[in-house]
């Protein structure tokens, strides 16, 4: 099965906040990468709405044609909102309010009652769901413990340390996507994937479902226009 490119538009909503309006249109632009090929887009909103407002949300479900996933902490403000809205995924993260950007993964043993709760509410809302983990075996396999359909792993570090010894970078991520296949979970991947790191990815990376990629694809996007970066992107991807 090939890897699906769902396209992360939190930068996008960032530019449109720095000034009063709607340039440029959230909605658009979503509609516009599922037209270039994008095959799901996510989006994270945060508590303070720094990108993504929840107000985009029921704006960006009605038009979206392809998956649609909704990332963030499980807070109650959050829960509400994809219940409401039922994407086809909600990715949960540990992030706290503060934070930048997203930059680990679940302990998914010490959560495992909290999240057991969450899958739950979010199984009966009829929503996939999917856990940020970090590339470990027994993260991989509390995130089954608690019922979740697929496993996102944090890509960061081995983005960090892709230059300098790309199979040492992957080697975690190839170990714990095993554990994850035995287990029947489903691979996503996540976080600072870009047009020189992801092939190599993918390609060690037997079964990655799905990769959601913005910071990266937004800027070069650019440089080389969107079409085009969705395109390269999903050459990447093969």
């Known amino acids: ?19 009063l309006g709607n340039l440029p249109d959230l909605v658009q632009v979503a509609k516009d990468c599922e037209r270039f090929g994008a095959e799901g887009i996510t989006v994270h909103p945060r508590p303070d709405e720094r990108h993504i407002r929840y107000s985009d949300i029921p704006q960006l479900k009605a038009v979206n044609t392809t998956e649609f996933n909704i990332e963030g902490n499980p807070t109650e403000k959050f829960m509400e909102l994809v219940q409401q809205h039922q ?17 680990q993964g679940w ?17 009966a809302a009829g929503v996939r ?14 995130a089954k413990a608690v019922g979740a359909d697929r496993i996102e792993f944090y890509t ?5 340390q892709f230059e300098a010894d790309r199979q040492k970078a ?12 035995e287990a029947g979970l489903g691979i996503n991947a996540g976080h600072d994937l870009n ?7 993918q390609e060690n990376i037997e079964g990655l ?16 226009g969107l079409s085009n970066t969705i395109q390269l992107y999903l050459r990447q991807l093969g």
């Open 156 to 160: 960061g570090d081995y983005a960090k």
């Open 1 to 19: 099965m090939p890897t699906r490119l769902s396209v992360n538009i939190n930068k996008v909503a960032l530019i449109r906040n720095a000034r």
């Open 209 to 224: 479902l799905e990769v959601s990629i913005g910071h990266a694809l937004i800027s070069d996007a650019l440089y080389f």
């Open 107 to 123: 302990d998914t043993v010490k959560h495992k009652a909290f999240l057991i709760d969450i899958t739950q509410q979010l199984h």
């Open 87 to 103: 994407p086809t995924q909600a990715t949960l993260v540990p992030d706290s309010p503060d934070v930048l950007t997203s930059d």
């Open 129 to 142: 769901v999917s856990i940020f983990v970090d590339p470990v075996a027994k993260y991989v396999e509390g």
């Open 170 to 181: 992957v080697a975690p991520h190839v170990q714990a996507a095993k554990v994850a296949r």
């Open 195 to 201: 047009l020189d790191n992801l092939r190599f990815y």
